[in-house]
């Protein structure tokens, strides 16, 4: 079954994230975002896509943007977190 979630960022340049994944398979099969660096989400995107959700939330989970405590990356594992607890 597909399950998907529109998360709303925080501390980021991207407002929001709608990630769908597969609960059968446990892979992510969609992902958008509003907001943010394009290319650098376009990458996101083609790196996270058909790839297990719990190893992609592993290695994004904490990476922070400069200053800042979070980035784009942080807030896609807050995003798999908000998911996985929705269930």
């Known amino acids: 079954m597909i399950k998907t979630h529109t998360?709303?960022?925080?501390g980021t340049c991207s407002r929001s994230i709608e990630l769908s994944y597969?609960?059968?398979t446990n892979k992510i099969v969609d992902f958008t975002?509003?907001?943010?660096c394009n290319g650098n989400l376009k990458g996101i995107k083609a790196l996270i896509l058909n790839r297990?959700?719990?190893e992609v939330h592993d290695l994004?989970?904490?990476i922070k943007c400069g200053?800042?405590?979070t980035s784009c990356p942080d807030?896609?594992?807050?995003?798999?977190?908000?998911l996985k607890s929705s269930i």
Do not use: F, M
């Open 7 to 10: 998360y709303s960022c925080n």
């Open 22 to 24: 597969d609960t059968d």
């Open 33 to 36: 975002i509003v907001g943010g």
């Open 52 to 54: 297990d959700i719990d």
């Open 60 to 62: 994004l989970k904490g």
């Open 67 to 69: 200053p800042r405590p």
């Open 75 to 82: 807030q896609i594992a807050h995003a798999i977190e908000e």
